[in-house]
């Protein structure tokens, strides 16, 4: 996928928001406050950090050359995908919705019943 796809598939997810905290060249995308993506789009190829379950992290890994860990993040619970078209699109979309599942069920009730 390309950056623009990916952008397009993140701002699709409800009560996402789009920062850059970290300046012009670093997306941050958030649902209820916290971060669940990082897009860093000045860089070649774009890379794209997204939260993963530790142990499927793991396994993403060892399979694929283009998914590593989380670079500047917590390489227990994050990978950076490195978007050189080498991945398949059906599995950066599973993975966007896998980190942003796991960010949303981790939100406060509080906060969850605020966004609905």
Sequence with gaps: MYADDVREVLLS?????EETPFGPGV?????GG???ALLTIEEVPVRMNLKCDPERALELRDRYESIIPGYHMNKK????LLLDQSLAENLTRELIDHSYELVFAALPKKVKSRLG
Excluded: C, E, I
């Design 27 to 31: 997306l941050v995308y958030k649902v």
């Design 34 to 36: 916290k971060m669940f």
């Design 13 to 17: 997810k409800a009560h996402v928001s």
């Design 77 to 80: 619970h994050w990978n950076t």
